[in-house]
T-cell receptor, first 117, second 111 residues
Framework: GAVVSQHPSRVICKSGTSVKIECRSL??????MFWYRQFPKQSLMLMAT?????????EQGVEKDKFLINHASLTLSTLTVTSAHPEDSSFYIC?????????????FGNGTRLTVT | KNQVEQSPQSLIILEGKNCTLQ??????????LRWYKQDTGRGPVSLTI?????NTKSNGRYTATLDADTKQSSLHITASQLSDSASYIC??????????FGAGTTVTVRA
């Protein structure tokens, strides 16, 4: 079946550095990709929605300059956490959809555990 | 206030037993409701998806029900296995674009 690959699965970085997370749809064209953040024992919080070839739409309270999203192709979206701080430590998950209709599957990546020291 | 409320927050069951998870929503209009299973440290995996005209849908030992009139859904796990230990997330969509996530129910299956 369709698979979404997210990389890296874990990353530890120092405060002030930037981290890039990749999300790839392996066997389908993802017209829309979503980025989420999840804190322990909490639900997924949508950060932004990106459509291929256009600027991402960010949810309220999510800093665009802090979390840079690029969706340059139908199979790849990237999230860059810029100037990371310890409070950015979290579990980041992407998801992707192909054709946009009510029952189109939403496939999730396996997430990236970011730890900022 | 979250538009998707799940209960209980967590539960512990013995292997082989059944359990039922609840999802109440206020999302309107309603397009579809999905149940996902999320293992610790992994991304969610789809279990079922239902629209308003569907009352029940099964996926192996998982059976989801939907009452669009009362805006309630349940996920029933039959003959639980240790591998069922996970967080189960209810997701409700008002249209093709927006998704409202519940906080999830953490299920722990013990031998």
């Amino acid at each position: 079946g369709a698979v979404v690959s997210q990389h890296p699965s874990r990353v530890i970085c120092k405060s002030g550095t930037s981290v890039k997370i990749e999300c790839r749809s392996l066997d389908f064209q993802a017209t829309t990709m979503f980025w989420y953040r999840q804190f322990p024992k909490q639900s997924l919080m949508l950060m932004a929605t990106s459509n291929e070839g256009s600027k991402a739409t960010y949810e309220q309270g999510v800093e665009k300059d802090k979390f840079l999203i690029n969706h340059a192709s139908l199979t790849l979206s990237t999230l860059t956490v810029t100037s990371a701080h310890p409070e950015d430590s979290s579990f980041y998950i992407c998801s992707a959809r192909g054709v946009l209709r009510w029952n189109s599957p939403l496939h999730f990546g396996n997430g990236t555990r970011l730890t900022v020291t | 206030k979250n538009q998707v409320e799940q209960s209980p927050q967590s539960l512990i069951i013995l292997e082989g037993k059944n359990c039922t998870l609840q999802c109440n929503y206020t999302v309107s209009p309603f397009s579809n409701l999905r149940w996902y299973k999320q293992d610790t440290g992994r991304g969610p995996v789809s279990l079922t998806i239902m629209t308003f005209s569907e009352n029940t849908k099964s996926n192996g030992r998982y059976t989801a029900t939907l009452d669009a009139d009362t805006k309630q859904s349940s996920l029933h796990i039959t003959a639980s296995q240790l591998s069922d230990s996970a967080s189960y997330i209810c997701v409700v969509s008002p249209n093709d674009y927006k998704l409202s996530f519940g906080a999830g129910t953490t299920v722990t299956v013990r031998a």
